[in-house]
């Protein structure tokens, strides 16, 4: 990989349960050939990851931002972002666009083949673009209805052919867009098995799986990078209790873990590393502006003034994270500085708000949740002084999907934002109009236009942070939901451990070794 590639976008950012009863084996899906040992590391290594497995193993169907994290285990994309957060070559080495921005050809690296043997090349990779466009269940369709066409010449080369002018592609190809799939996993009867049948030409393979439980992967011998692949193994281990992750990290259950913010003492005590690493993701209240009282801007606005983000952030996240009034932490190019002190805790004036709006006795709200004790009980607290009367609805975690982002029924939810690699993806998914957490469906004008501007700007040219932030403050400012902290990766790990990556878009394991000692 050239040090500098001179097509690099710059997206620099400096901060940043039930175990099923069925075993699914993946034999058939495996890599060809054996692994004998990891490139560069000891033999038979294989990490036990505590985290969360997928809503399902397609990328084009995928219902959850985390899902990335898994997924990128079993499936390589068209480009990656490194460390910094600038897009660099992924299974395509390198890219070049049409004068007009209509257009942009793809090189793929030579000798990509999936792990059922077959090639990974440019008809592979059109395949995949189409059905991620077409496929009638596609999650990702949104991302590429911009694509007209995707034209091939030779086994390297591809051209995404663009209805209009659109800089972002290579970020947004990134992510789960980007993820490639064996045309043979997907066509015919095989697709409807591939939820839980992944086919790719990730570092790892799938093996086994236990739905709600457990997966386990080997090594994939035939992936691009495999000479960062120092784990002969991996398996990801559904966390059902946060509060027993210290102890299953000292009984070997676990190498790796999530760890919650409330166990961080705990866990160095204990002897464990600690890393805590920047992420785009950032904790907000979904609001739905369609639904009493909150289809009152006067409401709305009130609500922002009625929760002490620093408190909050204090108390639920214990401290790590930083106070957040947008969809971007900070030093990422898309957030504005301007924003920062802008709804300030001011429960007097959320009251004066309230009154403005014909309620100046208070008005009643229900806090709908999935999310863990803490948090909910904190901001009805918070609400009452600011003159909203809150009664909290708890619901399971997997009925939050349906209720607030498919049924769009429910007017106040605590949720977390888990952003994209594009950053025009990102403001897509919480301010546009059949953005997942947009349940109102209202997108003024001016910001469409501004998501326009955004996407006819080429990246390296200095309009495009000032447009983004535009875009930014006017989403801040007219859309309902509530932004209130960032909130960075926290995982323990076994000093037997090497310290993770620090890629704030997606989880990766490349370099990670385990001491056998």
């Known amino acids: 990989m050239p040090a500098s590639p001179p097509h690099r976008i710059r997206t620099t950012f400096t901060v940043l349960a039930t175990v099923a009863a069925a075993v699914i084996a993946l034999g058939a899906c495996g890599a060809s050939g054996k692994t004998t040992g990891s490139a560069g590391g000891s ?32 499936y390589s994309a068209i480009t990656r ?46 395949a995949n673009i189409l059905r991620g466009r077409d496929q009638r269940d596609s999650l990702i369709a949104s ?22 002018a659109d800089y972002q592609v290579p970020a947004l190809f990134a992510g789960k867009t980007g993820m490639i799939v064996s045309p043979k996993a997907f066509g015919g009867d095989a697709g409807k098995r591939l939820d839980t049948r992944p ?12 739905p709600g439980s457990y997966a386990s992967l080997r090594r994939n011998p035939s992936y691009y990078d495999a000479a960062q692949i120092h ?53 907000v209240l979904d609001v739905n502006n369609t639904i009493p009282p909150f289809d009152d801007p006067r409401v709305t606005e009130a609500l922002k003034y009625a929760v002490d983000r620093k408190a909050l952030l204090e108390t639920s996240n214990f401290g790590i994270g930083e106070v957040d009034l947008q969809p971007f932490p900070k030093g990422h190019p898309g957030y504005d500085p301007a924003l920062e002190n802008l709804y300030t805790y001011d429960p007097q004036k959320a009251r004066r708000l309230l009154a403005e709006a014909g309620h100046p006795d208070g008005v009643n709200v229900v806090i709908t949740t999935g999310t863990p004790e803490g948090l909910p009980e904190q901001l009805q607290a918070q609400l009452k002084t600011a003159g909203f009367t809150a009664t909290i609805k708890p619901i399971a975690p ?27 993806q990102a403001l897509g998914v919480v301010f546009g109009p059949e953005g997942l957490m947009n349940p109102g469906r209202n997108t003024p004008k001016a910001l469409l236009k501004k998501f326009d501007e955004i996407r006819t700007t080429p990246l390296d040219d200095p309009k495009y942070v000032k447009r983004l932030r535009e875009a930014v403050a006017i989403g801040v400012k007219e859309l309902p939901n509530v932004w ?34």
């Open 231 to 283: 784990l002969d193994g991996f398996e990801v281990k559904e966390i059902t209790e946060p509060a027993t992750v210290v102890a299953g990290l000292q009984s070997g259950q676990y190498d790796v873990a999530t760890l919650p913010p409330n166990q961080v003492d705990a866990a160095k005590a204990a002897g464990l590393k600690v890393d805590v690493i920047p992420s785009l993701t950032v904790r």
């Open 43 to 74: 033999g038979g290594s294989t990490l036990k990851w505590g985290w969360t497995l997928p809503t399902t193993w397609d990328p084009v169907t995928s219902r959850a931002g985390n899902d990335v994290n898994v997924l990128s285990l079993v």
């Open 143 to 164: 991302q590429l209805h911009n694509v007209k066409d995707v034209t091939t010449e030779g086994p390297l080369k591809f051209t995404v052919v663009l209805k209009d």
């Open 398 to 424: 997997a009925q939050h999907t349906q209720l607030v982002y498919v049924q769009h029924n429910v007017a106040l939810a605590p949720d977390s934002f888990v952003g994209r690699e594009s950053p025009l």
């Open 484 to 517: 209130l902290f960032s909130t960075p990766r926290i995982f323990a790990r076994s000093p037997r451990v090497s310290e993770l990556p620090r890629v704030a878009a997606v989880q990766r394991f490349d370099g990670v070794r385990i001491d056998a000692r």
């Open 81 to 126: 972002l490194d460390e910094q957060g600038n897009v660099v070559p992924g299974l395509a080495r390198s890219w070049t666009y049409a004068e007009d921005g209509k257009s942009v050809t793809f090189t793929l690296r030579p000798g990509l083949t999936f792990t059922d043997g077959t090639k990974l090349d440019a008809q592979a990779v059109r």
């Open 199 to 210: 086919v790719g030409a990730g570092p790892f393979v799938l093996t086994r799986l236990v």
